[in-house]
């Protein structure tokens, strides 16, 4: 369980860390990969959440994923792309946050994760918490909890 305080400060910082849908790089699993490749390529990113035509999340596509399958026995061929939906290799066994506001369980998957995806309780995509907007509110914590807290050492 997360020390109240430390919960506190982490929410009071900035204007809440998550980033919504509407402004998250993604793809569906209906478009091909070569469509992904370019979203991919453009953002600079190197995974982007994959929905379905409802909005609602499915899983990522990565760049390894979608460069993989251009893979040729002597040679690469990105024509190939064209022919694969990204639903056809995209990476489904993705945990989500169904509660954004549980910082503990937020911060215990951040560990091994770049970001996270948020979905509502129908499973649409709502946005995604990263590490860096996570990392920034331990930044303002560092720099500000003795603003906040009478703190001793024991």
């Given at each position: 369980?997360?020390?109240?305080?430390?919960?506190?400060?982490?929410?009071?910082?900035?204007?809440?860390y998550?980033?919504?849908?509407?402004?998250?790089?993604?793809?569906?699993?209906?478009?091909?990969?070569?469509?992904?490749?370019?979203?991919l390529?453009?953002?600079?990113?190197?995974?982007?959440?994959?929905?379905?035509n409802?909005?609602?999340?499915?899983?990522?596509?990565s760049l390894?994923?979608?460069?993989?399958?251009?893979?040729?026995?002597?040679?690469?061929?990105?024509?190939?792309?064209?022919?694969?939906?990204?639903?056809?290799?995209?990476?489904?066994?993705?945990?989500?946050?169904?509660?954004?506001?549980?910082?503990?369980?937020?911060?215990?998957?951040?560990?091994?994760?770049?970001?996270?995806?948020?979905?509502?309780?129908?499973?649409?995509?709502?946005?995604?918490?990263?590490?860096?907007?996570i990392?920034?509110?331990?930044n303002?914590?560092?720099?500000?909890?003795?603003?906040?807290?009478?703190?001793?050492?024991?």
């Amino acid at each position: 369980m997360l020390d109240r305080a430390i919960e506190e400060l982490l929410r009071m910082s900035g204007d809440g860390y998550l980033i919504p849908a509407d402004v998250v790089a993604n793809v569906t699993e209906t478009n091909d990969c070569y469509h992904a490749l370019l979203v991919l390529s453009q953002t600079g990113y190197s995974k982007i959440p994959v929905l379905n035509n409802r909005g609602q999340f499915r899983g990522f596509v990565s760049l390894a994923l979608i460069t993989a399958q251009m893979m040729e026995s002597v040679k690469i061929n990105p024509d190939r792309l064209r022919d694969i939906q990204v639903g056809d290799v995209m990476e489904k066994d993705v945990a989500v946050i169904d509660h954004p506001d549980d910082l503990e369980q937020i911060l215990n998957r951040l560990v091994d994760e770049p970001f996270l995806p948020v979905v509502d309780q129908m499973g649409t995509f709502t946005g995604i918490i990263t590490r860096r907007e996570i990392l920034k509110r331990v930044n303002f914590l560092a720099h500000n909890l003795d603003e906040y807290f009478d703190v001793q050492t024991k």
